[in-house]
């Protein structure tokens, strides 16, 4: 793999991410675990302002975190395009409450000219407890 992009996320592996050209990205501030062509892992720490009034996670930064982190998987193959997503299918397995280490793991699963169907799984920190699984399809633009 030999692209600008792909080697910028690289060099963030262990890093909690600061600089995303994504605003939202910044205020999630994730720890990029792993990089591969189609495949992120991102720890994240859950802070008292992503709960919800019962002090779980709230389900919707949970959706958000998968659609962030699914638009940041396509960054890894260095194209200059910008996609949109289409839709965002979640299910809800668990909870995680203020102070939690969570990790989430994205995988393409069929990336075609214009459409790309990917997954985003979210778990405790050991990894023995999945508390979400989000699929989406996303749209290529012209944006560039």
């Known amino acids: 793999m030999n692209?600008?992009?792909?080697?910028?996320?690289?060099?963030?592996?262990?890093?909690?991410?600061?600089q995303s050209p994504s605003p939202f990205m910044n205020w999630l501030k994730p720890k990029m675990l792993a990089v591969t062509e189609g495949s992120l892992s991102f720890e994240y720490t859950v802070r008292k302002e992503m709960t919800n009034p019962f002090g779980t996670m709230h389900g919707g930064v949970i959706g958000a975190i998968i659609d962030d982190a699914i638009g940041a998987t396509l960054i890894s193959y260095g194209e200059p395009h910008f996609y949109v997503t289409i839709n965002n299918v979640i299910d809800y397995f668990a909870s995680a409450k203020e102070n939690d280490i969570i990790i989430a793991t994205t995988a393409i699963n069929k990336k075609g000219k214009t459409i790309v169907n990917a997954q985003c799984e979210i778990w405790n920190n050991d990894r023995t407890k999945l508390l979400a699984k989000g699929y989406t399809n996303l749209l290529k633009t012209e944006i560039k």
Do not use: P, R
């Not at 692209?3 to 600061?18: M, P, R, S, Y």
């Open 3 to 18: 692209n600008d992009a792909f080697i910028f996320l690289e060099q963030h592996i262990g890093k909690e991410v600061t």
